[in-house]
């Protein structure tokens, strides 16, 4: 599933969180994020629409997010994210279905009007009514910067709040195929001269790997993605690196635009189509 690499080993997930707490700190944990579409609360003389992308991006989010654009016609809502990190190899698949569809993102929670969650990912005609919030309470952590990449333009208002952290790989056992050589020798005039090596085939085994930093090859594949959607891929991968991962580095707001992460600072409701 991890698309750069190839290797189920390389599945990597960083922390599920949830609101920032005190600077340096990870936010704490939240639920899954499930996309789902909102319209404007209040008078909008277009189509205000947004999808939101709130919690823990997590294997399933992707397939919960087709299926709703699915419903959407030739719509291209922006993606606000108010998301806690997640699973890295989900964020990035994620990321690029941004890209591929040619949708803008933007850092705001979504504050819905009604509490009833049953209608959410619905179709457009029954979108729930919500507002903006572009606050303090607006942010994008750990994982959730991989996905935010993918939008063609990516506002961070000055309000949120841009997160990153070390990739840690979960503990976990891995299948992996490995090649099987049969060992032979070689004789001559009856005595042993030497060893030969013929690759037979293949076999599946399972491979126990502990929590920790991932390879190094992890964060090449991370920095390449970045570099392709627009990013200044070498310099977010070593702020990454810089901060533990029990740790969060709250970019500061020259940090976000020198690493081109948001390409501007403009609230997310400029997106909106008035």
């Known amino acids: 599933m991890w698309r750069f690499l ?25 639920p899954p994020a499930r996309p789902f579409l909102a319209r404007m609360n209040g008078p909008c003389p277009k189509k205000c629409q947004w999808i939101a992308v709130q919690g823990a991006i997590d294997k399933t989010t992707l397939s919960v997010f087709d299926e709703l654009v699915a419903t ?3 719509a291209k809502p922006p993606v606000f994210f ?30 819905l009007n009604s ?9 457009p005609a029954t979108a729930p009514r919500a507002d903006v919030v572009v606050s303090g309470r607006g942010f994008c952590a750990s994982a959730c910067a991989l996905a935010f990449a993918g939008g063609l333009r990516r ?44 690759l037979v085939g293949t076999k599946t085994v399972t491979r126990h790997l502990p929590k920790g ?28 690196r810089k901060m533990r991962p029990e740790k969060m580095d709250w970019l500061t707001p020259e940090q976000i635009l020198e690493t081109r992460l948001a390409t501007a600072r403009k609230r997310a409701d400029a997106l909106l189509d008035f």
């Open 6 to 30: 190839g290797l189920c080993a390389l599945i990597l997930a960083l922390d599920a969180t949830s609101t920032p707490t005190q600077a340096g700190a990870p936010p704490l944990p939240g």
């Open 72 to 74: 959407l016609g030739d």
């Open 82 to 111: 108010n998301s806690v990190g997640g699973d890295v190899a989900s964020a990035v698949l994620l990321g690029e279905r941004l890209r591929k569809l040619g949708l803008d993102t933007a850092i705001a929670a979504t504050r």
């Open 115 to 123: 509490k009833d969650f049953g209608i959410l990912g619905s179709s």
């Open 155 to 198: 506002y961070a208002p000055l309000e949120t709040s841009l997160g990153l952290h070390q990739m840690l790989q979960p503990e976990q056992d891995v299948q992996q195929k490995v090649a099987v050589f049969e060992q032979g020798e070689v004789s001559l005039n009856g005595q042993v001269v030497g060893k030969t090596s013929r």
């Open 213 to 240: 930093a991932p390879p190094d090859a992890v964060y090449s594949a991370v920095e390449a993605y970045f570099t392709k959607m627009g990013v200044d891929g070498p310099k977010a991968v070593a702020l990454m």
